[in-house]
């Protein structure tokens, strides 16, 4: 079936440090790709997401490029701030009606000043 | 709009009692999933709902029924609980299709202690 994979974490970082979480898929057919955070305490948010091969979402300085060949949506930040701390999930949809998501486990990232 | 909300936010129960989880929403959406979240394990889908009336398994089903009578509120029973329930559970919606499909808004959860 279909599944996702990202890194494990935590990751920890200095503050203005460059980000790159990873993250690969299986998937049937062409699946759409996502990003939702979680800061604490509270439910997951939509981070951004592309429906098709070689689509970047971006979003607050986030970005992720579909690559079909690699089947990956690795998520990346120039410049991390200590608000970016939080849990980052890699989550795909896929192409049945029900368009329920499928996570991967999530990696936590920490931003120290 | 209060978008998702989830009542209770906090629950203790002990082993073999019921309870039920409620979750609304005020977007009119008509998909609605109900996801545990276990650490290092991500989100699992319980169970959804793609309209009024109608609802499926997810992946973890066993142990949990649903029922969505009313298009914005989504129910989530447990009829005899086990420590094996005990996690944390969030609600989602979505429009469905439309060219928005994956795009799910969350309430902030249930905290579920089963002793």
């Known amino acids: 079936g279909d599944s996702v994979t990202q890194m494990e974490g935590p990751v920890t970082l200095s503050e203005e440090a460059f980000l790159t979480i990873n993250c690969t898929y299986t998937a049937t057919g062409y699946p759409s790709l996502f990003w939702y955070v979680q800061y604490p305490g509270e439910g997951l948010q939509l981070l951004l997401k592309a429906t098709k091969a070689d689509d970047k979402g971006s979003n607050k300085g986030f970005e992720a490029t579909y690559r079909k060949e690699t089947t990956s949506f690795h998520l990346e930040k120039g410049s991390v701030q200590v608000s970016d701390s939080a849990v980052y999930f890699c989550?795909?949809?896929?192409?049945?009606?029900?368009?329920?998501?499928?996570f991967g486990s999530g990696t936590r990232l920490l931003v120290r000043p | 709009n209060a978008g998702v909300t989830q009542t209770p936010k906090f629950r203790v129960l002990k082993t073999g009692q019921s309870m039920t989880l409620l979750c609304a929403q005020d977007m009119n959406h008509e998909y609605m999933y109900w996801y545990r979240q276990d650490p290092g394990m991500g989100l699992r889908l319980i169970h959804y709902s793609v309209g009024e009336g109608t609802t499926a398994k997810g992946e973890v089903p066993d142990g949990y029924n649903v029922s969505r009578l009313k298009k914005q509120n989504f129910l989530l029973g447990l009829e005899s609980a086990a420590p094996s329930q005990t996690s944390v559970y969030f609600c989602a919606s979505s429009y469905g299709g439309s060219g928005r499909e994956g795009e799910q808004f969350f309430g902030p959860g249930t905290r579920l202690t089963v002793l």
């Open positions: 989550a795909l949809s896929g192409m049945d009606s029900s368009y329920k998501l499928i």
